[in-house]
Nanobody, 124 residues
Framework: QLQLVESGGGVVQAGGALNLSCAVS????????VGWFRQAPGQEREFVAAMDWAGNSPYYADSVKGRFTMSRDNAKNTASLQMNNLKPEDTALYYC?????????????????WGPGSQVTVSS
């Protein structure tokens, strides 16, 4: 069973940057697509970014396109989310997740393994 753990969250001023990491263990990471989601208090979990098992064709939510960049390193069993020009509305608990079909998806229901989340707070 795959285990995922996010790190790198914190408090940053608007316009700042953070890099989230997702460490994966317990399985063959390259068999899985990977996605990032976030959830703000009182709101539903929303899609941020995803890519397939090989790191091809990353795609992003419109709200983060041009500011966030996703990557993965299958040799190191890690995924990353570089977040630039952060805005207060980016404040949320950020999750990485693994999709066993290998494609990555914008739908949370496609993912079977989730990390516990890393808090990102952006002050104005």
């Amino acid at each position: 069973q795959l285990q995922l753990v996010e790190s790198g969250g914190g408090v940053v001023q608007a316009g700042g940057a953070l890099n989230l990491s997702c460490a994966v263990s317990g399985g063959v990471f390259s068999n899985y697509g990977v996605g990032w989601f976030r959830q703000a208090p009182g709101q539903e979990r929303e899609f941020v970014a995803a890519m397939d098992w090989a790191g091809n064709s990353p795609y992003y939510a419109d709200s983060v396109k041009g500011r966030f960049t996703m990557s993965r390193d299958n040799a190191k069993n890690t995924a990353s989310l570089q977040m630039n020009n952060l805005k207060p509305e980016d404040t949320a608990l950020y999750y990485c997740a693994a999709d066993r079909h290998g494609y990555g998806s914008a739908y949370a229901s496609a993912y079977v393994y989730w990390g516990p989340g890393s808090q990102v707070t952006v002050s104005s």
